[in-house]
C-alpha cells in the first residue's frame, strides 16, 4: 500500500481544513520551478538516511514537495516528521489527515558570556546586531531577554551560536510557549544496498533511487548536511578612479535603503545591479583577443623577486588599509559618539563619497606632478585628518567636516600607490596592476579586522581613526624606504 505525503515550505494556513486546498494552489503555482533550499536539504537528508529509497515517486519545485512511500513507511515517516522539524517545513499526511506543522523556537539572550565583560559583548553586538552600542548596553544591562521569536529549530541554533561566537554572549533557545514541541530523533534505520533499477519520477527535483550505495548516516541530525554561512562583506579595493563612485551613491544609497526596507532590501539591490552588470559586460565587452595577439607580456611572476614591488604591494595594504580601521565602524562612531541620526548619517557618507571623488581627481594631478613627494605628503595629510577626527567627534559640524576631508586625503593617495607600482614593474603591468587591486582589498579586509579586534579586546569607537592614522604613518615610513632604496641603487 502507498503513503503519500505532502510537505511545504512555505507557511500555510492556521486551520487545518484550509490547508489542504492551499498545498494543491501551492503545488499548481510552484509548476517546474526549482525546490526551496530548505527542501532540498530535507531531500538531501532523507536520502542519506535511506539510500535504498524506499519510494516510488518524490517530487519538489517551489515551496511544495510531495513522497509516496511504497514500503518501509512505519520506519520512513518518523523521521520525515523529525526532519520537517528540524527545517521548519510542513507535513501533510494524506492517509490520516493530519497537518504536522513545524515547532517554533525563542532565541532568549542570557547576557554576556563567561569571561566577557559588559562593554565588549555591547561593542561585539552592535556590530553583529547593526545597532548602536548604547541600545546593546541597555538590553544586556536587562537581563535575560528574548532576541527572536517564532524561527525554526535549525534557524535558532545558528542565532545561538552567532551570539557565542561573533558576540561572546550567551544565549539559549527555547519552545514557543503553547506550541508544539519537537519530537526526539528517531533511532537510525538499518543500512540497506541501494537498488539498481531508479523508479520514474517527475521533473524537477527526484527522491529517486541512486545506483551506487551509500552508507546511512548514525542519526538523523548527523545525516542533516551543514548549514551554509552567508558573510559576505563588500570590499572597496580601487583602481586609479574606478571605485569612488561607490562611495560617492553606493554606501549612502545602500545605508538608506537598509533603514527604510531593512538590511536584506541592501542585498537585493545589490544582487539587482550584479545582474544589470553581468548583462553589460555581455553585451559591451569586445571579443577576447587571442593569446597570440596578446603575447606574454604582463603575466611575468619574476616580478615578485623585487623588493621594490614587494615594498609597493606593502605600501598600499598599509598606507589605505588603515582608512577602513575607522571607515567599516563610521555608522555608530557617528550615532553613538557625535551623537548624529541615522538619516545624518547617511548625508554624511555621501558627503564622505563626494570627497573620496575629489580626492581621486587630485592625486592625479598630483601623482602626475611629482609622483613619491606627493604620495607622502598625502599620507602625512591622511594621518593627520584621521587624528584630528578622532578629536573632534563630540562636535558634530566639526566631525562632518573632518569627514569629508578625511574622504579627500583617502581617496588622493589611490593615483599614486597604483601609478607607483606600475612604475616598478612597467614590463608586467597587467600582472601588478591585478596584484595591487588585489593589496588594496588585502588592506580594507585587514583594517576592518584591526577596527573589530580592537573593539572586542576594549578599545573605543574614538580610537579607531588613531589607529588609521598610526597606519598611515607606516605607510609613510614604506614611502620612505622606497625612496631610500631607489637613490641608493642610481
Known sequence: MSYQI??????????DLDVFPFMNKLRQDAGAQPPSLMLKRFHDALLALFPDAPWADGHYAGDAGRLTLVRRHKLVVPHVLYLAGELGLTVVDNQTGEVHRPPSYQVVLEGPADGVGLGDAAARLAALMGKP?????????RGRHTVKKGVPRYQARQYVEALRERAGCHA??????????????????PARPAVAEPAPAKPGLSLAPVAEPVAASGSAVQSMPPLSRAEQESDAGADSGADHQLYVLGVPLGNLIGQQWGWRASFAAVAGLGVVAAVALVVLLPKARSASEEGSQGNDWSVLRRPQVLIALALTAVGFGGVFTAFTFIAPMLEDVTGLSPNAVTGVLFLFG?????????????ADWKLMPSLMGVLVALAVVQALLAMVLDWQWLTIVSVFLWGVAAFATVPGLQMRMMQQAPDAPALVSTLNIAAFNLG?????WLGG???THG????ALPVAGAALAVVGLGLAALSVAMEKRSR
Not at 552600542?133 to 544591562?141: C, D, G, I, P, T
Open 172 to 189: 539559549t533557545l527555547a519552545p514557543e510557549p503553547g506550541r508544539v514541541v519537537h519530537p526526539e530523533p528517531p533511532p537510525p534505520p
Open 459 to 462: 578599545a573605543s569607537l574614538r
Open 444 to 448: 580594507n579586509a585587514g583594517g576592518a
Open 133 to 141: 552600542v548604547s541600545e546593546m548596553l541597555a538590553v544586556l544591562a
Open 6 to 15: 505532502q510537505l511545504s515550505s512555505a507557511a500555510t494556513p492556521e486551520a
Open 453 to 455: 579586534w580592537m573593539l
Open 354 to 366: 563626494l570627497g573620496l571623488t575629489i580626492g581621486n581627481t587630485v592625486g592625479g594631478k598630483l
